[in-house]
């Protein structure tokens, strides 16, 4: 059988959402990836095929299920650059694999998830192997010291006399540089002099031996600084902590790009909701309906649930899911929207005998007055 023919039977499953499916749609994904034919995939008509089956897994399916996608893809080629560059954006676990070894991924990918991304997808682009000097120089922009200390440790990127130079001047200020700098192949010798005097015993001693330093000038130099510091104690700024709203831009980010692919669904709700991501949750019900953010935000804060269930009707959800929807929000939410089970199931009068764009026009109406 043919790749593409594998590919549309992998679509259907896809689809589903029997746990049987899933665990089939699984299995086959791996089988399909062990044998795929770089020639057959290269074909427009198969790779956008493929395309539709893996974004359609991406934007629909359990994170258990998109780690072992990830897992699985990451090392190969012919993979749909759209489809990594959403893998990238998920939870760390998932973008972790990709981030490390897919080839799909290029200088400027990487150069843009720095800024976009968090911490931890930061701190991942730095340990990856083989890094280009572009995404190198990035990092030293940064200047974020997490991200410099994995860089500094990571032995093949492509890291330049100027760049390692950058990296030593910073570890007078990041404790955490100094151990990985002093091992670092591309450590020169008047660069050690300098790294000399910001390290303790044993790292000076390693110095010396690596680089036949002589441990006499450079301990009067060393007696020179601390003299000039006149016994000052430098402050070092602690590592940055990644904000809430940093957090929302990339959820929005990886929302936008869903939604470019055409595979931002009504069943994403579900899906941000049971992996305990509200904010994600609130950027997919936006941008399906195209609402104010603060709409959505007033909706689920107040106590009328009836509020959620016109946005709700309004992007085509359900009746039957909405009962779901509004418990798995007030579980997130402190049990707002309030109004207990009564106006709970009151709310489901939203999904009346009426098409979405009334209730969405009804939704923006109701929610200005809250």
Request: proline share 5%.
């Amino acid at each position: 059988m043919t790749i593409a023919a594998d590919a549309a039977d992998l679509l259907l499953l896809a689809r589903s959402r029997n746990p049987t499916d899933r665990e089939r749609l699984l299995n086959a994904v791996v089988a399909l990836c062990d044998r795929a034919d770089i020639d057959e995939v290269a074909q427009p008509q198969v790779r956008e095929l493929i395309g539709s089956v893996f974004m359609t897994i991406v934007a629909e399916a359990e994170r258990d299920i998109r780690r072992r996608l990830a897992e699985k893809i990451a090392p190969a080629p012919w993979v749909p650059a759209a489809l990594v560059n959403v893998l990238a954006l998920d939870d760390i676990e998932i973008a972790a694999p990709v981030i490390a070894a897919s080839p799909v991924l290029q200088d400027h990918d990487l150069i843009r998830l720095l800024v976009e991304s968090t911490l931890d997808h930061q701190i991942a682009i730095a340990r990856r192997g083989r890094l280009g000097a572009p995404v190198v120089e990035a990092i030293l922009r940064q200047q974020e010291p997490a991200v410099m200390t994995a860089l500094a440790g990571n032995d093949t990127a492509e890291v330049t006399p100027s760049a390692m130079d950058r990296l030593v001047d910073h570890s007078r200020g990041v404790a955490a540089l100094r151990s990985p700098l002093a091992r670092h192949p591309r450590l020169s010798s008047d660069m050690a002099q300098k790294l000399y005097l910001w390290v303790g015993q044993s790292l000076r001693a390693s110095l010396v031996a690596r680089f036949r330093l002589d441990p006499a000038d450079l301990d009067a130099a060393l007696a020179q600084s601390v003299r000039e510091a006149h016994a000052a104690v430098e402050g070092k700024p602690p590592a940055q902590a990644r904000s809430d709203a940093e957090r929302v831009a990339l959820e929005e980010r990886l929302v936008d790009k869903l939604s470019d692919a055409g595979q931002l669904r009504p069943s994403f709700l579900l899906r941000s909701l049971r992996e305990g991501r509200l904010t994600l949750f609130i950027a997919a019900i936006t941008r399906l309906g195209n609402f104010e953010h603060d709409h959505i935000r007033r909706a689920i804060d107040s106590d009328r649930p009836e509020l959620l269930a016109l946005a709700c009707a309004a992007i085509g959800v359900d009746r039957g899911a909405f009962p779901t929807i509004l418990e798995a929000v007030r579980n997130l939410n402190q049990g707002r929207p309030g109004g207990g089970a009564e106006a709970g199931r009151r709310a489901t009068g939203a999904f009346g005998p009426f098409d979405a764009d009334i209730a969405g026009v009804a939704f923006r109406k109701a929610v200005s007055t809250v």
